[in-house]
């Protein structure tokens, strides 16, 4: 039998009573004006924090990492944030989105369309544009209102002269790629877009770094894209990206025109005999060779080539680099001056061949080996199926060698034997979740005892094994977790040897 709270007993039959209390004791009996008046005393005695009072330099830095709806929501909080919104700083770097400075608008075949709006674009052109440097054209999908915005810059900066001079880098990729049905499409750009694109780059006479990716236009098309640029900013331009600008081969000669460029980024499809001559005679110090999926027509330049560029600029540095979702291989250049090979794929994985050929052709330059991003494919545990013995001749052939970053799955004992081998070996990288806790290399004969001893010893434990590679590179070493391997960033552009 249940009972009330009191401690009476009741049966299933009596009603049970509950009591709510909404009122605290003390406040029985009073108004409800005075529990409000209290509420308000407590929010004028909470304690707000000064951030209304940082310094213009942190307000510029902070508005610099927002989006432009999230800068706009910002300079809503108080009078000192709407102020930063307009600070100089803050609109050094612009990049146009599909849905940026866009209206609605009815289409009766396609429905409700987002479009540029001209009058907000004119307007931020004519008081935002004099403060951008870096322009930004990541890949669209709406190339109507890329043609629009290019077209509204133009006759702005021809009716306010001036308004583009400020920019001195621009970054324009092309979406090429369309997905219909689980059916990819790769076309290029043409007509208008590129037409008024070109007007644009003869508007910037201050460019100092120019990008241009998968245009992949024709060949009528993409050799004289650069004409204007040659003759605005031939002693201004510093670095040229061009990564399959035209889809077949050609080779551009525009890069020997700038006589102050340092770094060239380009497609192989785009180099020639005539390019590297050029080159060679120039202040060129840093040439790579970019090969993407949507690279297909490449070349190999004949050694002849290479080994009068290299003598005619011999501060010159090549690097090999492949991005995105690339499954082919490198096209070789014989005889250049190849200081880097990096592959920035989740699909290329080391071959005995490929180790061959790296070995043959650039033993003697070679510096950077590089795998980037987590691997997509099936790695094998076998020590006779790895690419432990694979990557111990290549530290072994190329004394060069200063950064390594390895990916696949490799033993402990080879990390030990990568980093004792390896001369001149400064930066090495090795993935936490690949190496294998095992000492499965056989003795050598050219090894001593004490040698083997040591090298079982420390392939014991990963403890151990971070400490004997801190003694030999002479600074506290750790194997990375995959976030920290995907976070990995190398300056190829720097130089280790004095006189590479």
């Known amino acids: 039998m249940a009972a009330f709270k009191d401690g009476r007993p009741h049966s299933g039959g009596e009603r049970r009573e509950f009591k709510m209390q909404l009122w605290e004791d003390h406040e029985m009996g009073k108004p409800v004006k005075a529990r409000r008046k209290k509420k308000e005393e407590n929010e004028e005695d909470k304690v707000y924090g000064h951030w209304h009072l940082l310094p213009d330099l942190l307000l510029e830095k902070i508005f610099q990492y927002l989006s ?47 479009l540029l709006d001209h009058i907000r674009t004119s307007h931020f052109v004519t008081t935002k544009g004099k403060n951008i440097r870096t322009l930004i054209f990541p890949p669209m999908n709406n190339l109507f209102n890329l043609y629009e915005f290019l077209n509204i810059a133009h006759y702005m900066n021809h009716r306010n002269p001036g308004t583009l001079d400020n920019v001195h880098t621009l970054r324009f990729t092309f979406a090429c790629q ?30 100092r770094t120019l990008e241009l990716r998968d245009l992949l236009l024709d060949g009528c098309e993409g050799l004289p894209l650069l004409d204007e640029v040659c003759i605005v900013c031939c002693e201004t331009l ?65 050694y002849k080539a290479w080994k009068k560029c290299r003598m005619n600029n011999n501060r010159l540095r090549v690097h090999l680099c492949t991005e995105g979702n690339f499954k082919k291989e490198i096209i070789w250049q014989e005889r250049a001056p190849v200081k880097s090979i990096v592959y920035d794929s989740p699909y290329a994985r080391i071959t005995t061949p490929m180790m061959l050929t790296i070995i043959e052709l650039y033993k003697a330059d070679l510096e950077v080996f590089v795998h980037k991003q987590l691997p997509r494919f099936y790695m094998p545990r076998s020590f006779h199926d790895r690419i432990d013995s694979t990557l111990l001749l290549l530290t072994r052939q190329c004394p060069y060698i200063h950064t390594l970053v390895v990916r696949e799955k490799i ?14 070996l400064h930066y090495f990288y090795v993935r936490r979740n690949a190496v ?65």
């Open 238 to 302: 510093r670095c040229l990206v061009l990564v399959n600008l035209t889809k077949q081969a050609h080779t551009l000669l525009h890069p020997g025109a700038f006589v102050n460029l340092q770094t060239l980024v380009i497609s192989p499809q785009n180099i020639g005999e005539d390019l590297l001559e050029l080159i060679g005679t120039s202040q060129v110090r840093n040439l790579y060779i970019v090969q993407n999926k949507y690279t297909e027509h490449g070349k190999s330049l004949n």
């Open 178 to 207: 369309v997905v219909e049905r689980r059916e990819e499409h790769v076309f290029g750009t043409g007509g208008q877009i590129l037409a008024m694109f070109k007007k644009v780059l003869g508007d910037l006479i201050n460019l």
């Open 411 to 424: 033993s402990t004992s080879t990390v030990l034997l990568l980093a004792f081998t390896a001369k001149n």
């Open 436 to 500: 294998i806790l095992k000492a499965d290399w056989p003795k050598n004969p050219e090894w001593s005892l004490e040698f083997y001893t040591w090298l079982c010893k420390g392939s014991r434990s990963y403890d151990i094994l971070e400490e004997e590679v801190s003694q030999i590179l002479g600074y506290k070493w750790q194997m990375l977790t995959d976030k920290q391997f995907k976070m990995l960033k190398l300056d190829l552009n720097k130089k280790h040897f004095m006189f590479t």
């Open 68 to 114: 432009l709806s999230h800068r706009y929501i910002a300079s809503m909080v108080c009078r000192r944030w709407y102020e930063a919104f307009s600070f100089p700083r803050v609109w050094y770097t612009f990049v146009l989105h599909d849905e940026l400075l866009t209206k609605r608008k009815f289409n009766i075949c396609s429905g409700w369309q987002k």
